[in-house]
């Protein structure tokens, strides 16, 4: 006869804790997690089952069930829903208490002269924090911090950031009526918290984004080991944009042209690293103080954090990434960030970033990204491609850094001036274009008479590179000689 376990007691609850017997004399003991379960995603408590998990079974499951129902009911508010069901096993009796995930949060266990509000943290539960709390309080009074008026105004906040990635992105001009629908400002024109993250110079001083390039796989040796290392603030927009700046700033991407397009192979694919850290930034707890959004950038892998765990106190690891519910701990951001196309309404930002690997080139089997939720927090980790092993392609210069990175126009694999199936003529033209566009990229402004004097050749020379770059699509041009500039063409975004 197969033994039961403790599986089919609780069904697919993710969420469970077991007793071995009722403490009638100890409520807090187990009440703690019903608290906890009604403050989260909801699971189920079993009686008669010891700490080894030994089907021991209860002497009165009926009596104790009595005095269950009646304990939540004196200790705890709001009263949560729950069920309570009986099972035979083995000859045993058992009681298992059902706890619904709650609407009117926070659910307090009363006793001991104490008041307080309990959460999920792996198998235990422990009293919320003070920014947990809030968090639940807003919940039960269906409310998002994004949504509450900040404590500046509206007058003094300048939104020239937001108003011009509008329009790049959508071709659309930011009106003013827009400010109430963005929810920037409520119907009384009062700045709500959203407004205050984009705003230009951004007045939440936690909210920043720190981003570090490791020497090494891991932060042992200390800041001094950093290959660079960057602290930013302002808008949201501007925190995103600066973070993916700082990841090509230190990461290599190698192309290879084909007979219409160009083939590119990423260490990170652009799409996964932008999906990563606008929910990074878009979900986190802003009730969080004291901690901040980090991009820290190893020599395998990328790791993105972020304050706040899952919106329902859940772990990550029981859940299914590529098919999860969207659940929006501040959705007039999602909601401003989907209008700006930076993510959908849909919530399909983890498909997006598996899809992103299992599209790249140098996907293997078990090189996925991994999404993991320790205490109160969200960490996204990218494995990185190693693009040296791809033979005949070039190394964009913009990723090449001064840390370890690649010499300008070097190919992937190769010593400087052998590159795969080419002549050492071929290197030195590609080496020059990959000078020609790194100049560019420092100075957007500069002229070709400039390039030409920096580089050391013929002017007519830099007119054939910058006519290729056009054609493969790295550049374009911005107004006449006098007063224009060069742009550089974000692939992805096309």
């Avoid at 697919?12 to 906890?36: F, G, I, M, N, R």
């Avoid at 299992?358 to 990185?384: A, Q, R, V």
């Avoid at 690649?406 to 590159?419: C, P």
């Amino acid at each position: 006869m197969e033994k039961l376990n403790i599986c089919q007691l609780i069904g697919e609850a993710t969420e469970y804790d077991k007793k071995q017997a009722l403490e009638v004399k100890k409520p807090k003991s187990w009440c703690k997690s019903v608290s906890a379960f009604a403050n989260g995603i909801g699971g189920k408590l079993v009686w008669g089952i010891a700490d080894d998990d030994t089907l021991v079974g209860l002497a009165d499951a009926k009596g104790d069930a009595e005095k269950i129902s009646e304990t939540i009911k004196t200790h705890l508010d709001p009263i949560p829903d729950f069920n309570l069901s009986f099972v035979k096993a083995e000859g045993k009796n058992f009681v298992v208490l059902d706890v619904l995930p709650g609407g009117q949060t926070p659910y307090y266990y009363i006793g001991d002269g104490q008041m307080q509000a309990f959460v999920r943290v792996g198998n235990e539960s422990v009293v919320a924090s003070m920014s947990k709390h809030k968090e639940l309080v807003l919940k039960g009074s269906n409310m998002s911090y994004d949504s509450l008026v900040s404590r500046w105004k509206f007058e003094d906040m300048a939104f020239t950031v937001l108003r011009a990635t509008y329009f790049k992105r959508t071709n659309r001009s930011f009106e003013d009526s827009d400010y109430e629908s963005f929810g920037i400002v409520n119907e009384k024109g009062e700045l709500t918290n959203a407004g205050a993250l984009l705003a230009d110079y951004s007045p939440v001083r936690h909210s920043r984004l720190f981003c570090t390039r490791w020497n090494g796989l891991d932060k042992a040796n200390g800041v001094m080991d950093a290959l660079d290392d960057e602290e930013y603030t302002g808008s949201l927009v501007t925190l995103l944009q600066a973070g993916l700046d700082f990841v090509r700033r230190n990461s290599k991407k190698a192309w290879r042209k084909t007979s219409d397009n160009r083939l590119e192979y990423p260490e990170y694919p652009e799409r996964a690293v932008e999906e990563g850290l606008v929910n990074a930034l878009i979900h986190r707890n802003y009730l969080e103080l004291g901690s901040e959004v980090h991009i820290d950038m190893y020599d395998d892998r990328l790791e993105i954090f972020s304050p706040g765990g899952l919106l329902d106190g859940g772990s990550i690891k029981d859940m299914d990434v590529m098919n999860m519910a969207s659940r929006r701990r501040n959705p007039v951001l999602a909601d401003i960030f989907s209008r700006l196309k930076y993510m959908e309404r849909r919530g399909s930002g983890f498909k997006k970033i598996v899809s992103a690997y299992k599209g790249h080139d140098g996907y293997t089997e078990g090189m996925n990204p991994k999404f993991s939720t320790p205490w109160n927090c969200f960490i996204l980790t990218l494995p990185k491609f190693n693009v040296d092993g791809v033979e005949g392609v070039y190394v964009i210069p913009d990723n090449v850094t001064e840390h370890g990175g690649q010499t300008s126009g070097q190919t992937s694999g190769q010593t400087s001036g052998q590159t795969s199936g080419q002549t050492g003529g071929q290197t030195d033209i590609d080496a020059t274009i990959a000078e020609v566009l790194r100049l560019i990229k420092e100075n957007p402004k500069i002229t070709r008479k400039k390039l030409s004097n920096t580089i050391g050749v013929a002017p007519s020379t830099i007119q054939k590179h910058i006519n290729r770059l056009k054609e493969e699509g790295f550049i374009f041009r911005i107004g006449g000689d006098f007063g224009g500039y060069w742009e550089i063409i974000n692939k992805e975004e096309k």
